[in-house]
Each structure stands twice: as structure tokens, then as C-alpha cells.
Nanobody
Framework: QVQLVESGGGLVQAGDSLRLSCAASGLAFSVSTMAWFRQAPGKEREFVAAIDWNGARTNYASSVKGRFTISRDNAKNTVSLQMNSLKAEDTAVYYC??????????????????WGQGTQVTVSS
């Protein structure tokens, strides 16, 4: 059974930093593409960042490029999202997602096979 468990969310002020982590189990993590998505109240789930199986390729939404960094540790089966210079519009539930295989990390929710339960990030202005 595949499990993705996010952690690290919380309430911060605009300009602060936060680091999210996702611990994966039950899947071939080292050959999986991993990603972060987010969903704000009343909005659709949107792509944030993705990383391929060995970290050679990453992909970012334009809204977070230069502020967020995705990374992975295949020895620990974890993927992280370092979020700097947070803005109020970054407030959302952040979800970890996994896709079996793949080369270029996709940005569509439909491409991903497994999802975590989400962690809340709230940025006050």
C-alpha cells in the first residue's frame, strides 16, 4: 500500500520561510517522479513543483519560481519543498504526489498516481 505523508505546514507571516516534507512508503521511490500541488479554498488544485527520479530535472510553476525549491533524498524516500519569501497568495493545502516512472516531470494532476492527505500552509499578510 502506497502512503505519502506530508509534514511541515503551519502559520507564518509574509516574507517568512517554511519547509514541507513528504515521506513515501510502499512504492519504488527511487524511480518515481515526485511533485507538490496546492489547493486554495474555492480554487482548483494547481501544480507547484516536480522533480524526476534522480533530481536531474525539475519543473516549477511560474508563480513560485525563484522562491520555492524542490529536492529529494532517495536514501530516505523523502521529497521536500523549501518555500522562501512566502506571500499571502501561497496560502493553501499542499499535497505531495507520486508518479510511477516518467522522464520530464509532468504538471497535470491527471499524470500522478498517488496523493498524500495534504498539509495546510497559511501565510498572513
Amino acid at each position: 500500500q502506497v502512503q505519502l505523508v506530508e509534514s511541515g505546514g503551519g502559520l507564518v507571516q509574509a516574507g517568512d520561510s517554511l519547509r514541507l516534507s513528504c515521506a513515501a512508503s510502499g512504492l519504488a521511490f527511487s524511480v518515481s517522479t515526485m511533485a507538490w500541488f496546492r489547493q486554495a479554498p474555492g480554487k482548483e488544485r494547481e501544480f507547484v513543483a516536480a522533480i524526476d527520479w534522480n533530481g536531474a530535472r525539475t519543473n516549477y510553476a511560474s508563480s513560485v519560481k525563484g522562491r520555492f525549491t524542490i529536492s529529494r533524498d532517495n536514501a530516505k524516500n523523502t521529497v521536500s519543498l523549501q518555500m522562501n519569501s512566502l506571500k499571502a497568495e501561497d496560502t493553501a493545502v499542499y499535497y505531495c504526489a507520486a508518479k510511477r516512472g516518467a522522464t520530464t516531470p509532468p504538471t497535470s494532476t491527471y499524470e500522478y498516481d498517488y496523493w498524500g492527505q495534504g498539509t495546510q500552509v497559511t501565510v498572513s499578510s
